[in-house]
């Protein structure tokens, strides 16, 4: 069977972007797969892909590059429109919302077509007009799965099938360095500004622990800034990007969260794959719904005085080693339902069931 992962770019660092990475390794084994990304920014992804995967671009957005037409978003529809029209597989996976909407309109109806969706359904117009011409959704979470189904009123069939991790075994942290990680884009929607704030309660009363930040973004000098105003030079340190952040977190023994309005990332999941106990903010989404308080991590609640509690919970668990292994246990079993074998074992049954459907 030949499938087809269309993505708006495969060579950013997003969590997105590694689950989809993580997928088609694992479909590869058994099947023709092929990652079509619209926009090609680089030479090579940032993330690794099998060997056994085809990588394909629609528009080629190198620095550099000659082009045809000129460049900008008519140019890229107008390219992406044809590759669709012409397409030949079986099965064709959208992961955004705006690429879903194409798929429904230009690809062949023969095509087995499915939408892959992480948050909440924003321009609701064009899906509610265009999504019901496609066999199916695949959400991430539950709470996505709900609102998906909301939308769609029954018109579309609505599965939940979790991220990929990447093929196992995965590192496991020993839970002896005094290390709270924490990864990711810095950008605003991330929150590592309140993350920054708490720790700084942490180095007071425990100097002996230091953080590190993993990534980039448009907020990095911002959060430098913050970093030598709170006099943190030597307990914070800013790590880089890395295509390996679940090898990373196992040489940590807490990971920290608290993005504001993000949907579950990828970050918490490989940071259980790692066996690290979760620190996030209970909010309406996101970490919370994965993360079970006192079963495989903690969450805190928002609000006023958050970042004081939410010290208090990097502090408790930092001053009980006992709880931490056994939070570290229960983030385990978690994460065993995100291995890549059984997630495309999903996918694969979705297929089929979509497939017989149609």
Known sequence: MRICLLTPSIYGMRGDVRSIVNLAGELAERHEVEIISVRRQREKPFFPVASGVKLSWV??????????????????????????RGLRTDVLVSTRPGLGVQVARHAPREITRIAREWGRPPMPGPIRKFYPRLNAVAAATETSRQEWDHLLDGNVPVSVIPDALPAGPWPRSRMDNRIVAAGGRLVAAKAHDRLIRAFAVVAGKRPDWRLRLYGGGPEEKRLRALVGDLDLHNHVYFMGTTSDLTGEFAKASIVASTSRTEVLGMTVIEAMASGVPVIAFDGPRGPGELVADGRNGVLVAEGEDEIEAYASAMLALIDDERRRRQLAAGALEVAAGHGASSVADRWEKLIAATSRRA
């Open 59 to 84: 528009v080629d957005a190198r620095p550099g590059g000659r082009y045809l037409l000129p460049r900008g978003q008519m140019r890229t529809e107008v390219a992406l429109w044809r590759r669709l």
